[in-house]
């Protein structure tokens, strides 16, 4: 009975996996290939997880049970450049959200 109640969490992970990170449409026809992409991206599934874990999520409008495409719209896609000032090179964020300014130790304004 134990073993069957954690079906439903194994479920939830294929969920997940099928939505936000295409695994309901396999990219090749080569099974060696579609095996590479399940195996690499179930790797980015666990580095997700476990920054997740370790970041400030609120800080950044996320929650902890967001899924990938929001993570990756509110956290990665952030317009940014490297700009030389006064001998050095800093990384100059275009967003209102102070949390960037708390991650780099940086200061933007």
Do not use: C
């Amino acid at each position: 009975m134990e073993f069957y109640n954690l079906r439903g969490g194994k479920e939830r992970i294929f969920d997940d996996m099928n939505n936000g990170f295409g695994w309901n449409r396999l990219p090749k026809s080569f099974m060696a290939q579609n095996t590479v992409f399940l195996l690499m991206t179930a790797l980015i599934r666990n580095f997700y997880k476990a920054i997740m874990q370790r970041l400030k999520t609120h800080e950044f409008g996320l929650r902890a049970t967001s899924r990938i495409k929001t993570f990756v719209f509110k956290f990665i896609s952030v317009p940014a450049k490297w700009i030389k000032t006064s001998r050095r090179h800093v990384l100059n964020i275009y967003s209102d959200n102070n949390a960037y300014a708390n991650l780099f130790k940086t200061d933007f304004g």
